[in-house]
C-alpha cells in the first residue's frame, strides 16, 4: 500500500476522507477509451455488475470511437502528462493484480486522471506505446475487445478491492 492508511487522513475541517487529503481526489476517476462499438449485450451486462460496486476514484466512464477514427484521434491527442495513459496490448507488460491495484493508486494519489486505452481490431501503432505511461498485457494471448473490456472492469474492481483491503481478492 502506498501511503498511510486513508482512514488515518482528514480532509480538510470535514470529515474523514476515506482516501486522501488532496480535493481533487473526489473529480477523479478511470475513462476508458474504447475502439468498435458499444458494448454487446452480455458484456454490458458483465461489465454494469461490476460498475455498480465501484466507488470513486475507480468510477469507470466509457468513450466508443470508431476503430478508423480511434488512431488519428490518439496521434493528436497531446499527452500532457496531466493522464496517467495505459495501452492494453499483448506486446506489453504482464503485471500482477496488487501491482495494477498499486499503479493506479500512485496515479490517483499523484493527481492524474487513470486513462485506459482498448484498441481495435489492429491493436495500438507504435506512437501509441511509446507515448503510453504503461504497456499493459493481459497474457500473450490476444483477447476479442468485449472480453478485454470485461477483463478491464473486473481488474479495476479487484484493484478498488486490493486498495481497502476487501474480500474479494485472494492472495
Known sequence: MLGPKPSALPLGDGPVCPYYTIKWYNLSM???ICGGKKHLEWCAEACAEYEKRLRKPFEISWE???EEKLLKKLSDWPFTGREYVICCDERGENISSDEFSKRLDKAFFNGREVVILIG???G?????REKADFVWSFSKL???????RLMVCEQIYRAQDIKNDGHYHHE
Open 120 to 122: 481495435g481490431a489492429y
Open 124 to 128: 495500438f501503432n507504435d506512437f501509441v
Open 30 to 32: 478511470i475513462r476508458i
Open 64 to 66: 466508443f470511437i470508431d
Open 142 to 148: 490476444v483477447f476479442p475487445h468485449m472480453l478485454a
